[in-house]
C-alpha cells in the first residue's frame, strides 16, 4: 500500500515562500511519476505541477510557471515544490499524488484526476 504524506504547508504572506515535502513509503517510488495539485474552497482540485520518474519531464500549471518548481529525489522517495512570489490566490489544500505510469505529457493536466495514489493534504494560505 503506497502511502504519500505532505509537510511544509502554513500560512505566508504575498510575496514570500514555502516548500512543501511528499514522503512515499509502500511502494516503487522510483518508478512512479508524481506531482502536485490543489483545492480552493468551492472550487474544482486543480493540476498544479507534475514530474516524470527520472525528473527529465515537468509539466506545470499556467499559472505556477515561473514561480513554482517541483522536484524529487528517489533516493529519499520524496516529491518537492518549492512555491515562490505567493499570492493569495494560491491559497488552497495542496496534495501530493502518484501514477504508476513513469511518464508525463500535456494531458496531465486533465489525466491528473486519475492518478493512483493520492496524500491527505496540506493546506497554504497566502495572506494579502
Known amino acids: 500500500q503506497v502511502q504519500l504524506v505532505e509537510s511544509g504547508g502554513g500560512l505566508v504572506q504575498a510575496g514570500g515562500s514555502l516548500r512543501l515535502s511528499c514522503a512515499a513509503s509502500?511502494?516503487?517510488?522510483?518508478?512512479?511519476?508524481m506531482g502536485w495539485a490543489r483545492q480552493a474552497p468551492g472550487k474544482e482540485r486543480e493540476f498544479v505541477a507534475a514530474i516524470s520518474w527520472s525528473g527529465g519531464t515537468i509539466h506545470y500549471a499556467n499559472s505556477v510557471k515561473g514561480r513554482f518548481t517541483i522536484s524529487r529525489d528517489n533516493a529519499k522517495n520524496t516529491v518537492y515544490l518549492q512555491m515562490n512570489s505567493l499570492k493569495p490566490e494560491d491559497t488552497a489544500a495542496y496534495y501530493c499524488?502518484?501514477?504508476?505510469?513513469?511518464?508525463?505529457?500535456?494531458?496531465?493536466?486533465?489525466?491528473?484526476?486519475?492518478?493512483?495514489?493520492w496524500g491527505q493534504g496540506t493546506q497554504v494560505t497566502v495572506s494579502s
Open positions: 509502500g511502494g516503487s517510488f522510483s518508478t512512479y511519476a
Open positions: 499524488a502518484g501514477d504508476r505510469g513513469p511518464s508525463v505529457d500535456p494531458s496531465v493536466v486533465v489525466s491528473f484526476r486519475r492518478w493512483d495514489y
